[in-house]
């Protein structure tokens, strides 16, 4: 992923000292898309966010994006959608929202303009907050997964395969995400075996065509119990679901994808977000804060780069609508 840390602080005042009319918070499909709209509409926009691109800069491979019918590299497609951002005149904060909070109300019963607050201080008014902060990998929770990531323990193919060429690793799912990255770990040498909960797989029927014709050997209906290793994996203990049987399995790699988990702490205590951590939104992508909208993975929606780049567009254009009967019409730009 593309990341350039903090900015100084006279950076900072150039976008503090103004409000905007939105502010979106992360930079992947949704939120470039939430700023393409937005600029075009000609609304003072911003983007604050960690990194470029989120998950899909880190995907090996995209083969059900219109436009690439032989398929783009995630890193490609947040490089050009950064790159027609860019052109807007839309800049990008490199920082991490720590909370959102509404500000002041303009008018009885109107929307409040909202405070957005950085790990490195800076607080950002807006009239608008459109959220596409996603949601990250879903753990294991197991014993030394903690202690070993970033020594074995990985969640992204892409980055860290290259480090396992020639050595054995296991991979952890069984959707479509674990199926293409053991299928990329095979394709650049690593050996690759494939560990599923289920006696089958959830991924899309073309995928399991593919994984079967790679022949990456798979353990079925059984579950990583722990992670072992003193400073690198060493190897996984492992339990059948079924028999019971508990076995080890020498590795030296462990790569995780078993789903996500929305990236929203920083926002439940404004009551917008559900059981789960997603947030709930209408077909305007608003959410149970007026003037507070939110589009893709953190709407717990088909978790796919074309519903992201869909509802991003519809947030912008929500954002437009509220601005222009709230704010427009009581006079204040």
């Not at 800069?57 to 050009?80: C, H, M, Q, R, W």
Request: a neutral charge.
């Amino acid at each position: 992923m593309f990341s350039l840390g903090g900015f100084s602080r006279s950076a900072q005042e150039k976008y503090t000292k103004d409000v905007w009319d939105t502010i979106i918070v992360g930079a992947g499909p949704a939120g470039f898309t939430a700023a393409i709209y937005a600029a075009r509409f000609g609304l003072r926009t911003i983007i604050i966010s960690k990194d470029i691109g989120g998950n899909m800069a880190i995907t090996d491979l995209i083969e059900n994006y219109p436009g690439f019918p032989e398929g783009v590299s995630g890193s490609k497609l947040a490089s050009l959608m950064h790159e027609q951002v860019r052109k807007l005149n839309v800049d990008i904060i490199f920082d991490e929202v720590t909370r959102v909070e509404p500000a002041e109300c303009a008018y009885y019963e109107g929307p409040c303009k909202f405070i957005v607050k950085t790990r490195n201080g800076g607080e950002y008014k807006s009239k608008t907050v459109i959220l596409t902060v996603g949601a990250a990998p879903r753990k294991l929770h197991v014993p030394g997964e903690e202690e070993l990531t970033g020594r074995g323990v990985s969640y992204c193919a892409t980055c860290d395969g290259p480090l396992f060429k020639g050595k054995n690793v296991i991979v952890v799912g069984g959707g479509n995400t674990a199926l293409q990255e053991a299928i990329y770990l095979k394709s650049i040498g690593v050996n690759v075996t494939l560990v599923h909960r289920r006696d089958t797989f959830r991924a899309d029927k073309i995928l399991q065509e593919r994984f079967a014709k790679a022949g990456i050997p798979t353990i079925l209906n059984t579950v990583v119990t722990e992670i072992k290793g003193s400073s690198k994996v060493e190897a996984v203990k492992l339990k059948n679901r079924v028999t019971g049987e508990e076995t080890e399995l020498k590795v030296d790699g462990v790569f995780i994808f078993i789903g996500y988990e929305p990236k929203t702490d920083f926002v439940k205590h404004l009551g917008i977000t559900d059981e789960y951590g997603y947030i709930p939104v209408d077909m305007h992508m608003r959410t149970r804060v007026r003037g507070i909208f939110a589009a893709g993975d953190i709407t717990n929606v088909f978790k796919q780069i074309a519903v992201a780049v869909g509802q991003g567009a519809v947030a912008a254009k929500s954002a437009k609508e509220l601005i222009e009967e709230w704010w427009s019409k009581n006079g204040e730009s």
